[in-house]
């Protein structure tokens, strides 16, 4: 049997993060996840899982010793915003320049950002990475909480915590309530090619049934969008011909960058929200959406994601517990 000071069960980015951070306090660390991460291609299309990293998100990163490895493989740095409303005259435009910043973020595809955390875990002589691997059952004595796997392997801790996502099963098995609430909205997202050069500049429209955000990606013609939708439109826009969804979009986002076109498949997820009551228990720790879970795009506003509140939103997948995955989700600077 196994025994460590800490057992993290989650290794996307909230678990890796903080198996990163406790590295070199003198603890044990142990990471517990169902999939070993693959590196990206370079050549690869982009991933339509993506995040907006702001200037807390960058300092924690490079604190974790990980940002100079992602901006090496795949980052889009932005400068500026515009926030408009649809139906009115409503319009908030600023860039870095005039808020005295080198840059106002970073767009960067949830894979890299995860193999970048994996790699450094991975050179950590205290983090044990224990990948495939899936929990099984949970007990919690007065000194140790004791894990067993589906392999049966066993492992003692003395401090369990929870990166399993949303739907946490470590969060089920400590019976900690739950608040929930739905935002009945959906999320569209999906990769697309304008017309116009992007200019590096984040955009977000108001309009009747939602938002829709357009983050640029590397690619001066290529952005991520998140589009909030009430469930019926959703399903009606994720149907539909290219062509019809290519007008649709151009339309709702004020021909904005002119004619904008699918450059990817089409996803859809359920806008909604948890919170729990409770945060830590006995030998028992909750962090990320395990902890508190948002929508990417609510139905009158645009939430932070990404590594706590910022400049922007972006959007991720996350684990839930125990192998299966979730989205969206976020990773708190307060880990």
Request: net charge neutral; with cysteine.
């Amino acid at each position: 049997m196994q025994s460590v000071d800490v057992a993290i069960v989650g290794g996307g980015m909230v678990g890796l993060a903080v198996a990163c951070g406790l590295q070199g306090s003198g603890l044990r660390v142990a990471v517990l996840d169902h999939v070993v991460p693959q590196p990206l291609a370079n050549d690869a299309s982009p991933q339509l899982r993506v995040s907006a990293i702001n200037a807390a998100s960058e300092k924690l990163l490079t604190r974790l010793g990980v940002w100079s490895n992602i901006v090496a493989r795949r980052a889009s740095c932005y400068h500026g915003m515009e926030v408009w409303d649809k139906d009115s005259f409503g319009r908030i435009t600023f860039d870095d320049a005039s808020m005295g910043y080198s840059h106002l973020g970073h767009i960067v595809e949830n894979s890299v950002i995860h193999y970048a955390l994996w790699q450094k875990a991975q050179q950590a002589a205290d983090i044990t990475l224990m990948a495939p691997a899936e929990l099984q059952q949970v007990a919690w004595g007065e000194n140790d909480a004791f894990l067993t796997l589906k392999d049966g392997a066993m492992l003692t801790a003395r401090l369990v915590i929870a990166a399993d996502g949303a739907n946490s099963w470590l969060r089920n098995k400590a019976d900690i309530p739950l608040t929930f609430w739905d935002y009945r909205h959906h999320a569209l997202v999906a990769t697309i090619r304008t017309e116009e050069p992007h200019g590096a500049v984040a955009r977000q429209v108001f309009h009747g049934e939602g938002i829709l955000a357009f983050l640029p990606l590397s690619d001066p013609h290529l952005c991520s969008i998140v589009w909030s939708l009430s469930p019926q439109d959703a399903e009606r826009m994720q149907q539909s011909g290219d062509e019809a969804f290519n007008q649709a979009l151009t339309i709702a986002f004020d021909n904005r960058l002119g004619l904008c076109r699918l450059e990817s498949e089409r996803q859809v997820f359920p806008l909604t929200g948890r919170y729990a009551r409770q945060f830590a228990a006995h030998r028992l720790a909750l962090v990320g959406d395990a902890a508190h879970h948002h929508p990417s795009a609510g139905r009158a506003r645009r939430q932070p994601r990404l590594y706590g509140r910022g400049r922007t939103g972006g959007r991720s997948a996350s684990a839930s517990a125990p192998g299966q995955r979730h989205w969206p989700t976020s990773l708190s600077p307060s880990l």
